[in-house]
């Protein structure tokens, strides 16, 4: 069963920081495209961050590049989403998510419809 778990949303003020980590089973991740995608209360999915089957090349949105960096360790089956200097708006439900498929770097690694396997989300509130 393949699975993607995510741990370490919580409640942090404006300005923190917190360190996301999605744990991947039941298939073997290390070729896939990792993404993260976030969903705030009444909005659409929204890309976030994603990084190569290597770790060698990341994409981010422009919301948070700057403060946030992705990275995963093959050999764990693992990938984390460092945030720092959170903002308010930063708030919403962020999901791990991953593709085998194939796709050019770049605005193709944003479209949510590419990636075939998603975690069940984790919570992050920053207040004000």
């Known amino acids: 069963q393949v699975q993607l778990v995510e741990s370490g949303g919580g409640l942090v003020q404006a300005g923190g920081s917190l360190r996301l980590s999605c744990a991947a089973s039941?298939?073997?991740?290390?070729?896939?495209?990792m993404g993260w995608f976030r969903q705030a209360p009444g909005k659409e999915r929204d890309f976030v961050a994603a990084?190569?089957?290597?770790?060698?090349?990341?994409y981010y949105s422009d919301s948070v590049k700057g403060r946030f960096t992705v990275s995963r360790d093959n050999a764990e089956s693992t990938v984390s989403l460092q945030m720092n200097s959170l903002k308010p708006e930063d708030t919403a439900v962020y999901y791990c998510?991953?593709?085998?498929?194939?796709?050019?770097?770049?605005?193709?690694?944003?479209?949510?419809?590419?990636?075939?396997?998603w975690g069940q989300g984790t919570q992050v509130t920053v207040s004000s």
């Open positions: 998510a991953a593709t085998g498929r194939i796709l050019l770097y770049g605005s193709t690694w944003t479209r949510s419809s590419l990636y075939d396997y």
């Open positions: 990084i190569s089957w290597s770790g060698g090349s990341t």
């Open positions: 039941g298939r073997t991740f290390s070729r896939d495209t």
